[in-house]
């Protein structure tokens, strides 16, 4: 009986023993076994790789991976409460989510189908290789769930140019990419391509971007620099369309390997060497909880204080921003703001009182906005503007004195030559023949190169702001003529107030040639200077407006030629004709030029001068017989012209400004206009510029400037 009572004693002992380890365990979070045991066996079409046991913690993953036979892919999987993933078909691995029971599975198999999708090889400059995760049936057909990677590689003295379809593009094939390496995975709508190659002499004739991506992109420029001195780089949508993603972040623009900064949709110098490489310049977005949005208009929550940049997002809580709101930023300290391209308007005030704002970029895509947006941003000097938009409203005259503006500044990196320079409005367009320029030039100056522009166009180009852009690249040495019109708009004697600084600014002439010019090139935006102008923002946002209407034109589309335009030769037959000669308009001499000469003089010449430019005036070429007709004699319309002259000498009373010859220098009979009384028939530009150029060059000579 007493062993009985000790056996009873120790069991209950033990168990009270196991019931304190237990609890003991438990308070030190020890948990009974958790682990769950998942096989997966071999079946039709596939074998597991390597183990296909695996032990697993309850509520895990556990991934399998599986050989395949050619031509199968995986469909499913039956066992015992057994899930999937449906991310394994080209990967090859299974992946069992969420596990918490023990199964044994076996997988699910069907066939692919097939498709037939060819790649012509051009096995005389190159060919291209196909790789795919489950490989070719035959020659030319695939199994319609693979994803195929084309590689071409180009045969010595031969570079890939680009994918086409329907033919090779020597034979009127269409552009279908031009990417060296392509993933294609729906072939039905391809069906056949073609790889195009070229001979590496246009190596130099390449632009590389690297945007960030795995591959880099290729844009051949041969035929843009068959009219331009420069080529224009990829733009935003261009971008896009070639799979970068431009949204997640600012694209800002890109930046040479020599640092130099170029914006989207501008000219960059192209090397013909050695390809040109572009780095895209990515900003990232400012953190989107520090704004809001309603109906697509952004506004900050407060002042951002303690930013110095900041990039305005694209798209908040999945809202693309349109707007920037009224006041949105209203007092910012910030010096610099980025505009994503998917704002189409800037309200008034957004930017008011701003006064750190120097730099402001933003995209050709705003059409509605206007100085007061920046009402108080006294210090706001710089706008970068990127192209979104393809250039529009551009005939091959404007093409033409837009390409100039590059010649100039490719010029401008050379210390070896002079730049000669002409500025001014119709006068100087049709009036000056550049061949006889040179010709004077170097009949006194035959060792000194010269390299010419003529940067005359009319009376309402804007040519403060013309200058302002030429300005840029002109060097000490250099020589600037000047010829103002009669109309005041040509010196820039309109002015107004401007809200960004309170001070009498230039005005721009409605109708936003500066910006017609700038088109092709935005890049040369950022030499005006903001500040200088009372409605630089208003007449933008109109022109923008307007151009809509007009059709979309590639930059190849601006052909090149002679920079002294073709004109009507009205004038040289009028003795032929009529056997008198005659006048064509009735434009008269323009008395306000006294009064607008002060500016030109204060924000054209003396700039000018202080770089150590010569710089010139001269007065355009007036028809004699528009001046009979208005003063009836020769003596009259003379005595009115010497005090004209007179007058004009008077402002520009500066011995560092020379005034060539006087108006009445350069009166012509009416022969020699073409059809405007200001616009030169082509036998006559040259002795027009024989007249003023030989007493130019005589000048610089005499004083031994060169």
């Not at 692919?112 to 196909?130: P, R, W």
């Not at 991506?213 to 369309?241: G, P």
């Not at 009373?653 to 028939?681: A, C, K, W």
Request: aromatic content about 12%; overall charge negative.
């Amino acid at each position: 009986m007493r062993r009985r009572k000790a056996t009873i004693i120790i069991v209950i002992a033990l168990a009270l023993l196991c019931c304190v380890a237990f609890a003991a365990c438990k308070d030190k979070g020890v948990q009974p076994d958790r682990r769950i045991t998942i096989t997966v066996l071999n079946g039709e079409h596939y074998q597991v790789v390597g183990d296909n046991k695996r032990v697993v913690e309850r509520g895990e993953s556990v991934v399998f991976t599986v050989s395949l036979d050619r031509g199968y892919k995986i469909v499913g999987a039956y066992g015992d409460k057994c899930e999937i993933s449906e991310e394994y078909s080209f990967q090859q691995t299974v992946t069992f989510d969420s596990v918490y029971y023990k199964s044994t599975v076996r997988l699910e198999t069907a066939e692919m189908e097939t498709n037939s999708f060819a790649v012509e090889n051009d096995l005389q400059t190159g060919k291209v290789a196909i790789s795919s995760m489950f490989g070719q049936i035959g020659d030319d057909v695939f199994y319609v769930d693979d994803k195929l990677t084309l590689t071409a590689t180009a045969n010595k003295d031969y570079r890939f140019w680009c994918w086409s379809k329907d033919g090779y593009m020597n034979e009127g094939g269409k552009f279908f990419d031009d990417n060296k390496t392509l993933q294609i995975a729906d072939f039905k709508s391809i069906g056949k391509l073609y790889a195009n190659f070229r001979k590496l002499s246009n190596i130099g004739n390449l632009i590389i971007y690297k945007a960030g991506t795995a591959e880099e992109i290729e844009q051949d420029v041969t035929k843009l620099l068959a009219s331009h001195t420069r080529a224009n780089t990829y733009t935003a949508v261009d971008l896009r369309e070639r799979g970068v993603d431009c949204d997640s972040k600012y694209l800002s623009g890109y930046v040479t390997e020599d640092g130099e900064y170029v914006g989207l949709g501008s000219r960059v110098s192209v090397s013909d060497k050695t390809p040109t490489v572009l780095t895209a310049v990515w900003k990232d977005y400012t953190d989107s909880n520090l704004f809001q949005i309603d109906q697509g208009k952004l506004s900050a929550k407060s002042d951002l204080s303690g930013f110095d940049e900041i990039v305005a997002p694209r798209e908040i809580n999945g809202e693309i921003v349109t707007v920037i709101a009224k006041n949105a930023f209203e007092n910012c300290k910030a010096s610099t703001f980025y505009i994503p391209d998917s704002v189409t308007t800037i309200e008034n005030d957004a930017f008011k009182n701003c006064e750190n704002l120097t730099d402001f970029y933003m995209s050709d895509n705003i059409m509605n906005m206007s100085d007061d947006a920046f009402a108080g941003c006294k210090n706001f000097t710089t706008l970068h503007m990127n192209a979104y938009l393809k250039p529009r409203s551009m005939t091959s005259h404007v093409s033409v004195k837009a390409d100039a503006y590059d010649r100039l500044l490719v010029s401008s990196k050379k210390d070896d030559v002079t730049r000669f320079v002409m500025l001014g409005g119709s006068s100087v367009d049709y009036g000056y023949s550049l061949a006889t320029v040179e010709e004077l030039w170097y009949e006194q100056f035959p060792n000194k190169k010269v390299e010419i522009f003529n940067f005359g166009f009319n009376a309402n180009y804007a040519e403060f702001a013309q200058f302002e852009i030429l300005n840029a690249y002109l060097k000490e040495g250099d020589v600037f003529l000047h010829a103002p019109e009669q109309y005041k708009g040509a010196w820039y004697g309109d002015r107004m107030q401007s809200v960004l600084t309170s001070e009498p600014s230039a005005k721009l002439i409605d109708g936003g040639y500066i910006f017609i010019l700038a088109s092709c090139n935005w890049g040369f935006i950022s030499n005006l200077t903001v500040n200088k102008y009372g409605n630089l923002f208003s007449i933008f946002s109109k022109f923008n407006r307007d151009r809509r209407n007009s059709a979309e034109q590639d930059y190849s589309q601006h052909f090149n030629f002679e920079a002294t335009p073709s004109v009507s030769p009205m004038g040289e037959k009028a003795l032929e004709e009529c056997g008198v000669d005659k006048y064509f308009s009735t434009a008269n001499i323009n008395f306000d030029v006294y009064e607008t000469a002060k500016f030109a003089k204060q924000d054209i010449y003396e700039t000018a001068i202080a770089k150590g430019v010569h710089t010139f005036v001269t007065f355009p070429p007036m028809n004699r017989h528009r001046l009979l007709y208005k003063y009836g004699s020769e003596e009259n319309y003379k005595e009115v012209l010497n005090e004209y002259t007179a007058n004009v000498k008077g402002i520009l009373n500066d011995p560092s400004i020379n005034v060539l010859l006087t108006q009445n220098d350069t009166i012509y009979d009416g022969r020699y206009f073409s059809n405007n009384d200001y616009h030169l028939g082509s036998p006559f530009r040259i002795e027009h510029t024989k007249n003023v150029i030989s007493v130019l060059v005589d000048r610089l000579k005499s004083e031994g400037s060169l």
